[in-house]
């Protein structure tokens, strides 16, 4: 079974930052486009960012110019940076790969808050 290896969530103030990363097997990360999706309680899960194999990216509006999506292939790892975090920001976290099926990390809780 395919495994997304998640890390970098936490507490933070608004205003702050974070980084996540998310690490997956060499095979998966060549061939899929790679993304974050988030979900908060209550709510669907929600388009945060995608990244394809060749680098193109796409932003769900609500974060489009706070966070930036990017993946280092010689590490099998992609990354959103998120800053200007808002309190509506809180929420699991997951990690997608996408081709023609989609695997899932076990997600990571974001809480923003003063």
């Known amino acids: 079974q395919v495994q997304l290896v998640e890390s970098g969530g936490g507490s933070v103030q608004p205003g702050g930052s974070l980084r996540l990363s998310c690490t997956a097997p060499?095979?998966?990360?060549?061939?899929?486009?790679m993304g974050w999706y988030r979900q908060a309680p209550g709510e669907q899960r929600e388009l945060v960012a995608l990244?394809?194999?060749?680098?193109?990216?796409n932003y769900g509006d609500s974060v489009k110019g706070r966070f930036t999506i990017s993946r280092d292939n010689a590490k099998n790892t992609v990354y959103l940076q998120m800053n200007s975090l808002k309190p509506e920001d809180t929420a699991v976290y997951y990690c997608?790969?996408?081709?023609?099926?989609?695997?899932w990390g076990q997600g990571t809780q974001v809480t923003v808050s003063s």
């Open positions: 997608s790969a996408a081709r023609l099926e989609v695997v």
């Open positions: 990244i394809t194999t060749v680098g193109s990216t």
């Open positions: 060499g095979n998966i990360f060549r061939l899929y486009t």
